[in-house]
């Protein structure tokens, strides 16, 4: 599955985001290449998860785009979208399982909507993707009936249900003790590493950031706009105070 | 000295200094429930003495807790606005440090500017509100009708499960509330009826009275008031949790459309359901209208029975029956709309299951007198 798709598989330009009224951040440009781990992070308030669901598509944004391989996807039609989006996995921070349903279910429901699957094959790489995560056994069983760091892979199993070319999470270790954080990270990369999937992250998790990261831009909620970009480490050395500040920089 | 001001034990002294400076000399013991000291003096000297430095002095000060500090964080802050300059060096170490804490300049924080209060200003915003609602709710009548028509092609995409489970909740699971209330509402009617027509021997005719009022308007009318309180919220609540969660996010970003998949089973079985219900309604109606006539008013049951098969035109029971998946549609739709609308904050989970309900009976009142009117115009 590597060495697909383009090499700039999700850019974002000139994007403002906000949901209304005044911006909550202006002029946003950053672009991810394939492969990549790219980390998003800032301040409370930055506007982090906004720009997320600016760029899955939930809302859209004041100004600018999204290009997911260089086709803008708020300029595009509605069921050019529905394939855009078809092509990306979400995490949710709380996973946001339907909790009316089984694991399996979580699962075979995108498998059978999107991608049109029948029940039997859809069922099967439902079975595959929660053993992926670690949950075989667990097929079954409710949301409610499980832990929350459970409840984050079965969400990851969801998202990668379809094998997306880019997967997007929002806050993985939100709410996760710093143990069942580092396996979940561990995961991503490792399912980075084998599906050879372009990760989007929204962190202001440090042991995340640096475990992780590729490239990151950082969010300032002064400033209004991304006030740096490039490796965590760079970030962390580089000659930006609050970036140096928030990754912990110049505190050796 | 050139002026002093004393409150309660004397805890706060004011005086001028030969430097100009105002000093506050602060004693006693300090303690919550023993009443702030007015910052009148303080006030009135500074007032006395422009961009004179405000110096506070500590003298026999006993204890002290969040009401210094906040007296002091009072007058420091009057002393800031007057463009003074403070000094606390002389206070407790504790006190001095949270007083220069709660006075430090949050860096970035904006508060809300203060709504306007005017009367024009407040009824200028329900008016935009209002429009911005109706203006939403109809986007969200026409997507739910693009959803239809994905139905009627046979291509809607969602589970079975969730069109089974809505029936049930606002089918079989509502039986029970939906019979004590028309048995009872049907036991009234007779018993208001008797009052009246007993006196001129015409008993037997609450059996008409009960059979064309239960069938025709209050079977169907309390039916829909149940619904809306008990479907319309529990949609509005569940899929407001779903909101909170981004279940619904969730669903979007699996391609799913939430008017589609959330929607249109629930609107599906209950509309289907309630006329079902409402037959049941008007059977439990007619029978606590007779159990008032056969046990208050001596009337056979058999002669009941039989008066009210006489009065009881189909016509009646139609119109009744064809009222209900109306009310059916509204307590679903409404219930859904306020449920996808939901902010994602816990509280507002329970306002839009309050507003599902208030709303939805509103509506289903709404649409019975409509169609009341409009029964009346065609003579029907």
Redesign the interface.
Known sequence: MSGRGPELPVEVRRLTIGHGGEPVQRELSFGVRRGEILVIMGDSGSGKSTLL?HM???DPPLGGDVYYAGEGFWAAEETRK?AL??R???L???A??????TLEENVV??LQ??AGLAAGEAREIARLKLALVGLAGFEQHYPAEISGGMRKRAGLA?AIALDPEILYFDEPSAGLDPLTSRRLDGLIRELRDSLGTTVILVTHELESIFALGDSAVFLD??RRTMIAQGSPQELRDGDEPKVRAFLGGGRR | MIDTAATGESRVAVSRGEDGAVRVRLSGRWQLGDGLPSTEPVRDALQGAPAAPLVFAAERLLEWDSTLVAFVHATASLARAAGSAVDTSALPQGARRLVSLALAVPPRLRPKAPEDDALSARVGRIALRAAGTAADALAFVGMTALSLRELVRGRARFRRVDLLRAGEASGVAALGIVALINFLIGAVLAFVGAVQLQPFGASIYVADLVAIAVTRELGPLMTGIVMAGRTGASFAAVLGTMTLNEEVDALRTASLRPGEFLVTPRLLATVVMLPALVAYADLMGLMGGMLVGVSMLHLGPLEYVRQTQNALSLRHLWIGLAKAPAFGAVVALTGCYYGLRCQRTAAAVGEAATRAVVVGIVLVVMVDALATVLLHVTGL
């Open positions: 669901r899955i598509g939930l529905e989006r078809r990306v996995g979400v949710f921070q709380n946001a399982l339907w909790s009316s349903m429901v995108p909507a999107s969801r909620a002064e």
